[in-house]
């Protein structure tokens, strides 16, 4: 069979679900692969690189739709794209089957299979093709790096000839994947580090990284993360409370704030109010990786970088994977590669959808024409 992955359309996406590395895994496991043109350059991958790992390079996105058996996205399909599927092509992608209800019912009508990798199950076997988490580490690294450019000073102390300088106070509010990704990186640039998170079995995780968790004045505490599977539940009004009360209090003191609260099937919670973001010293930053779901921060335009009135750049990018496109490509492709691994057992080249393996089946949110998303509970073992 034949893989193939066409150029991302969404405008400002640099990504490549294929890189000359991962081409050469899937042909082991017997694939022919084949790449549009141009499909791998913004993130570092010239169309010669593929070639000489053994990738056919073709013109044009139809002929690369037609001819592959198993097209590899990074993006959810354009309905152009979704129209060039059929029965016995399958294609694997970010599909947020939730919030895409129509396109998943147009792309299930297709008869076509549907691989979301954002489907993919949280446990352990499943890491290797957790895409979510490679994204999110990259967003956690990426957005420190990210506030330091818009930071007009050190992240480390530092005594100089010309006077001692204070290290910078970072605070990451949601310790999940990308801010644990966000504390180790501040922490690796000398900055003095508080993390939150409504979950109290990260606490330990923090310390041992070397920063501090932020306590709050609350009987409670937090939420038992282990009732939620991991995640988050909407806080009770007054934990919220005792939480926002806390970031009042310290918000004058800190520089930088990365905000990446969640809630599953929710808008992100607003944690950092207008009135905390005008308490902050000029020249503070705020990077709220939760723009796109509404924000963890009042001032936030997803897309856009804002500098509040006391001089507070608001930061609310929502492609910080696609910045460090050679790197995202890289993991997202062996995410992809891992999927397939296990999606040709015999490693005969040929794709086989067992739906009775629990990985395989929650990612699977089309087979044949038939829609099989929510995938059933996870089996108690
Ligand atoms: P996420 O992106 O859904 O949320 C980010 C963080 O925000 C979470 O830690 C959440 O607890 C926190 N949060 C929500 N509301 C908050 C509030 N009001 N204040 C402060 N913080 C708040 O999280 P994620 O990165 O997808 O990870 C969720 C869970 O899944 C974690 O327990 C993680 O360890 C687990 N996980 C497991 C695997 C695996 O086993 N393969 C892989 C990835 C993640």
Same mark, same amino acid.
């Given at each position: 069979?034949?893989?193939?992955?066409?150029? *991302?359309?969404? *405008?400002?996406?640099?990504?490549?679900?294929?890189?000359?590395?991962?081409?050469?895994?899937?042909?082991?496991? #017997?694939?022919?692969?084949?790449?549009?043109?141009?499909?791998?350059?913004?993130?570092?991958?010239?169309?010669?690189?593929?070639?000489?790992?053994?990738?056919?390079?073709?013109?044009?996105?139809?002929?690369?739709?037609?001819?592959?058996?198993?097209?590899?996205?990074?993006?959810? +399909?354009?309905?152009?794209?979704?129209?060039?599927?059929?029965?016995?092509?399958?294609? !694997?992608?970010?599909?947020?089957?939730?919030?895409?209800?129509?396109?998943?019912?147009?792309?299930?009508?297709?008869?076509?299979?549907?691989?979301?990798?954002?489907?993919?199950?949280?446990?352990?076997?499943?890491?290797?093709?957790?895409?979510?988490?490679?994204?999110?580490?990259?967003?956690?690294?990426?957005?420190?790096?990210?506030?330091?450019?818009?930071?007009?000073?050190?992240?480390?102390?530092?005594?100089?000839?010309?006077?001692?300088? =204070?290290?910078?106070?970072?605070?990451? !509010?949601?310790?999940? @994947?990308? #801010?644990?990704?966000? @504390?180790?990186?501040?922490?690796?640039?000398?900055? !003095?580090?508080?993390?939150?998170? &409504?979950?109290?079995?990260?606490?330990?995780?923090?310390?041992? $990284?070397?920063?501090?968790?932020?306590?709050?004045?609350?009987?409670?505490?937090?939420?038992?993360?282990?009732?939620?599977?991991?995640?988050?539940? +909407?806080?009770? +009004?007054?934990?919220?409370?005792?939480?926002?009360?806390?970031?009042?209090?310290?918000? +004058?003191?800190?520089?930088?704030? !990365?905000?990446?609260?969640?809630?599953?099937?929710?808008?992100? =919670?607003?944690?950092?109010?207008?009135?905390?973001?005008?308490?902050?010293?000029?020249?503070?930053?705020? &990077?709220?990786?939760?723009?796109?779901?509404?924000?963890?921060?009042?001032?936030?335009?997803?897309?856009?970088?804002?500098?509040?009135?006391? /001089?507070?750049? &608001?930061?609310?990018?929502?492609?910080?994977?696609?910045? $460090?496109?050679?790197?995202?490509?890289?993991?997202?492709?062996?995410?992809?590669?891992?999927?397939?691994?296990?999606?040709?057992?015999?490693?005969?080249?040929?794709?086989?959808?067992? $739906?009775?393996?629990?990985?395989?089946? /929650?990612?699977?949110?089309?087979?044949?024409?038939?829609?099989?998303?929510?995938?059933?509970?996870?089996?108690?073992?």
């Amino acid at each position: 069979m034949l893989i193939g992955s066409p150029r *991302e359309r969404l *405008e400002g996406e640099a990504r490549v679900a294929m890189t000359p590395d991962s081409a050469i895994q899937l042909q082991k496991l #017997g694939y022919q692969c084949a790449i549009e043109t141009g499909a791998g350059k913004l993130a570092g991958f010239s169309d010669d690189a593929y070639r000489a790992a053994g990738v056919t390079v073709v013109d044009t996105a139809e002929t690369l739709f037609a001819s592959a058996d198993v097209i590899t996205k990074v993006r959810p +399909p354009s309905s152009d794209e979704v129209s060039a599927l059929s029965q016995g092509k399958t294609l !694997i992608s970010f599909f947020y089957p939730a919030q895409n209800k129509d396109l998943l019912d147009q792309a299930g009508a297709t008869g076509a299979n549907l691989i979301a990798m954002d489907m993919v199950p949280r446990i352990s076997r499943a890491q290797k093709m957790d895409a979510l988490s490679s994204m999110a580490n990259i967003a956690g690294y990426r957005a420190v790096i990210e506030a330091g450019n818009n930071f007009g000073r050190f992240f480390t102390g530092q005594v100089t000839a010309a006077g001692k300088i =204070p290290p910078a106070k970072v605070l990451v !509010i949601g310790a999940g @994947v990308a #801010g644990l990704a966000a @504390v180790g990186t501040s922490i690796s640039l000398g900055a !003095i580090t508080y993390a939150f998170d &409504v979950r109290p079995e990260v606490a330990e995780q923090i310390e041992s $990284m070397g920063a501090q968790f932020v306590f709050l004045d609350f009987e409670e505490q937090q939420q038992d993360g282990a009732a939620t599977g991991g995640y988050a539940a +909407p806080s009770s +009004p007054k934990f919220r409370e005792a939480q926002l009360k806390k970031f009042r209090e310290i918000a +004058p003191d800190i520089d930088i704030v !990365i905000t990446t609260a969640l809630i599953p099937g929710r808008d992100a =919670p607003k944690l950092w109010l207008a009135d905390m973001v005008a308490a902050m010293k000029p020249g503070s930053v705020i &990077v709220d990786l939760a723009a796109e779901r509404g924000g963890n921060c009042d001032l936030t335009v997803a897309g856009e970088r804002i500098v509040s009135d006391n /001089g507070v750049a &608001v930061i609310g990018y929502t492609d910080f994977p696609s910045r $460090m496109a050679a790197q995202s490509s890289t993991l997202y492709a062996t995410n992809i590669r891992h999927m397939m691994t296990d999606l040709t057992l015999k490693k005969d080249g040929v794709i086989v959808h067992n $739906m009775e393996d629990d990985v395989i089946r /929650g990612a699977t949110v089309a087979l044949k024409g038939e829609i099989t998303y929510p995938p059933p509970p996870p089996k108690i073992r």
